[in-house]
């Protein structure tokens, strides 16, 4: 049982470009959820699925898209890559809206 | 959801215990309170969550004050992997599981 994982662990990106943070949870979990962690923050929402096929917006989901097309998988699309977005990308999952959140190790993003 | 005030850091010795507060006087009566905790760069992890009731487990122990307008957070005997930054959160359960994190308390574990 690996739980949530995470690739790739680090990633440079250059402004413009794009890229796709993947994010695999092993435990049937319905929910899954994609945070971001800038320097001395604490997280904050990107986007979140309440199961496949249904995805909604979080409290900062401007430049990013998600899918969720298995009850395994959801991916984070960076579109247009920009230097606000160089933070670390954290994917969680849950059984349900009031279970704990497990987190994967996160991805360190940085756009140049 | 209601917001919370914690202190930013707090040092503890190792092997007693790290008592770690927590207000949220705006707190709603259909608000769980939930601790989490952040070590190094790793993802958050989960501790204990409660309403209003007392709860304990083998991580720790939540204790929520009559009127719920503040919580403490037990470590009963603190180790140096236990340094680390704690989030206190307030949430209503049914509002699609979003997770509200301020900036937490570091507690640093010193021998």
């Known amino acids: 049982n690996a739980g949530v994982t995470q690739t790739p662990k680090f990633r440079i990106l250059k402004i413009g470009q794009s890229m796709t943070l993947q994010c695999t949870q092993d435990?049937?979990?319905?929910?899954m959820y994609w945070y971001r962690q800038d320097p001395g923050m604490g997280l904050k929402l990107i986007y979140y699925?309440?199961?496949?096929?249904?995805?909604d917006k979080g409290e900062v989901p401007n430049g990013y898209n998600v899918s969720r097309s298995t009850t395994e998988d959801f991916p984070l699309r960076l579109e247009l890559a920009a230097p606000s977005q160089t933070s670390v990308y954290f994917c969680?999952?849950?059984?349900?809206?009031?279970?704990?959140?497990?987190f994967g190790p996160g991805t360190r993003l940085t756009v140049l | 959801d209601a917001k919370t005030t914690q202190p930013p850091s707090m040092d503890c010795a190792e092997g007693r215990a790290a008592n770690l507060p927590c207000n949220h006087s705006t707190i709603s009566g259909n608000e769980y309170v939930y601790w989490y905790r952040q070590i190094h760069s790793q993802g958050p992890q989960y501790i204990i969550h409660?309403?209003?009731n007392n709860e304990t487990n083998e991580m720790a122990s939540l204790i929520i004050t009559e009127d719920r307008k503040s919580s403490t957070l037990i470590l009963p005997h603190a180790t140096l992997r236990d340094t680390a930054v704690y989030y206190c959160i307030v949430r209503v359960t049914g509002t699609a599981s979003k997770l509200t994190f301020g900036t937490g308390t570091r507690l640093q574990v010193t021998l």
């Open positions: 699925s309440v199961g496949a096929g249904i995805t």
């Open positions: 969680a999952s849950s059984w349900g809206d009031y279970n704990e959140q497990f």
């Open positions: 435990m049937n979990h319905n929910y």
């Open positions: 409660g309403l209003k």
